[in-house]
């Protein structure tokens, strides 16, 4: 029987988009190495193989055991700031690693792919909401990875036929009852807020409050992680159907600044949550919001667009 593999399904988004797939009926191979994930996350039903996804026989070896005719690549690093002080380890991950993986798809004739990619590659936008023809000016390595294997993407379907969607995601954010974000060390937004409400001991910096933005504080487009999980079955769904490549934003089209995702936090958890004032943190960029009408045309909506009802299901693995 035909199925999905799923590279990096141990991770946060990733074994949502599992969830999703087998709830759904398909047959799921998960391909994780475990160095961020947790094989906990993985799905009883799906099958899981610890291993490196710059492993092209084992991909390949896979790809034909379990005729494997579309791959959802999640597998990556992702942490912006990190990949500054360590560029070349993003580059043999999210570049180097993943090419081998999309060599093995062609050598195992693998159709289709869908990509996690990143509002990242866009840098500083111009303006926002973001539209997808916006250059892509990547101002950190991180984007700089995911925009080169969009680029890969592109050649290998104009060289070989392999179509692809890729998914620039903006902000994930809250859980689903089996699934949420375990982070090490946890740089996001909102785990540190919760962190903060659940330890009185403890508090979260806001990093930056001179944004040109009302409050000061920067925007992003926070979208809850099942939204985002059910559009990979959208751009699944897109392929399978024939559908052309793509390059997708996943949003919802609304920003909240960082202070309203605290103000948010407090109301959901009724905890005071203590806040210090520091820096920016280098290479943020001050809003970034999507312009999501193209997936929307795909039939994506997100249902959960509502800040206090992400917050609220990531606040139930603090107890709350
Ligand atoms: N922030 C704080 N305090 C914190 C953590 C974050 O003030 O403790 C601020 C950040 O400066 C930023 C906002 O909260 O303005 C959101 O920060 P996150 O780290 O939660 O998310 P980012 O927007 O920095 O990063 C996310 C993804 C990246 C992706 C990026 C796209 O995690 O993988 O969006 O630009 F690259």
Not at 48 to 64: E, M, P, S, T
Not at 77 to 103: K, Q
Request: charged letters at 20%; glycine letters at 10%.
């Amino acid at each position: 029987m035909a199925s999905v593999l799923v590279t990096g399904g141990a991770g946060y988004i990733g074994s949502v988009t599992v969830d999703l797939l087998i709830e759904r009926g398909e047959t799921v191979v998960v391909l994780d190495d475990l160095s961020k994930g947790h094989a906990d996350a993985v799905n009883d039903r799906a099958a899981f193989v610890r291993g490196d996804i710059g492993d092209r026989d084992l991909v390949r070896g896979l790809a034909a055991e379990h005729d494997v005719t579309s791959v959802v690549h999640f597998a990556g690093l992702i942490a912006v700031g990190e990949s500054v002080a360590d560029p070349l380890r993003y580059i043999d991950v999210n570049v180097a690693r993943s090419a081998n993986m999309l060599a093995a798809c062609v050598d195992a004739g693998v159709g289709q792919i869908v990509f996690s990619s990143s509002a990242a590659v866009y840098g500083t936008p111009d303006g926002v909401p973001i539209p997808e023809t916006h250059p892509v000016r990547p101002s950190s390595p991180y984007g700089w990875t995911k925009a080169s294997f969009e680029t890969m993407l592109g050649y290998a379907d104009a060289g070989y036929g392999l179509r692809s969607v890729c998914l620039r995601y903006f902000n994930a954010a809250g859980a689903t009852p089996q699934r949420w974000e375990r982070h090490e060390p946890e740089t996001h937004l909102i785990p540190n807020v919760l962190a903060a409400a659940a330890d009185p001991t403890r508090s979260v910096s806001v990093f930056g409050d001179d944004y040109p933005t009302p409050d000061g504080t920067a925007i992003r487009d926070y979208i809850h992680v099942e939204d985002l999980a059910a559009a990979h079955l959208v751009a699944l769904d897109h392929l399978a159907g024939g559908g052309p490549s793509e390059r997708l934003n996943v949003g919802t089209g609304r920003g909240f600044s960082v202070l309203e995702v605290i103000e948010s936090a407090r109301r959901v958890t009724d905890r005071p949550i203590e806040v210090r004032m520091s820096g920016r943190r280098t290479g943020d960029p001050p809003i970034l919001v999507a312009d999501s009408a193209a997936v929307r045309s795909l039939g994506w909506e997100p249902q959960r667009p509502a800040l206090d009802d992400m917050i609220e299901s990531a606040w139930r693995r603090f107890g709350g």
